[in-house]
Nanobody
C-alpha cells in the first residue's frame, strides 16, 4: 500500500498562501492519480483537487477553483497544492490519496490513512 506523508500546513491570515506537499513512498505513486481532500471540524470530508499521474489533467472543487493549484514532480514522488487567497472556510485537516483513476478520486472520498496537515486561516 502506498504510504503518503503530508506537510506544509500552518496558521495564516485571510488572503495568505500556503503550499502543501504530499510525498509518496511506494512504487505506484508516480503511476497513479493523486487527490487532495480536507475535513473541517465536525464536518464531512470533501474533495479539493486532483491530478493525473502525468500531470496533464487537473480537477478542482468549485470552492477552490481559481485559488488553488495542484501540480506534481514525479522525480521527487511529490504532489503539491498551492493555496492562494486563503479564506477562514479553508480551515481544515488536509490529506492526500492516490488511485489509478482520476475520476475515482473526484467522485469518492477515500479515508485519511496518514496524519494529514492542518491548515488554519484566521480572519
Amino acid at each position: 500500500q502506498e504510504q503518503l506523508v503530508e506537510s506544509g500546513g500552518g496558521l495564516v491570515q485571510t488572503g495568505g498562501s500556503l503550499r502543501l506537499s504530499c510525498v509518496g513512498s511506494g512504487r505506484t505513486f508516480k503511476n497513479y492519480a493523486t487527490g487532495w481532500f480536507r475535513q473541517a471540524p465536525e464536518k464531512d470530508s470533501e474533495f479539493v483537487a486532483a491530478i493525473t499521474w502525468g500531470g496533464g489533467t487537473t480537477y478542482y472543487s468549485d470552492a477552490v477553483k481559481g485559488r488553488f493549484t495542484i501540480s506534481r514532480d514525479n522525480a521527487k514522488n511529490t504532489v503539491f497544492l498551492q493555496m492562494n487567497s486563503l479564506k477562514p472556510e479553508d480551515t481544515a485537516l488536509y490529506y492526500c490519496a492516490t488511485d489509478p483513476q482520476l475520476k475515482v478520486l473526484v467522485t469518492t472520498l477515500p479515508p485519511n490513512w496518514g496524519q494529514g496537515t492542518q491548515v488554519t486561516v484566521s480572519s
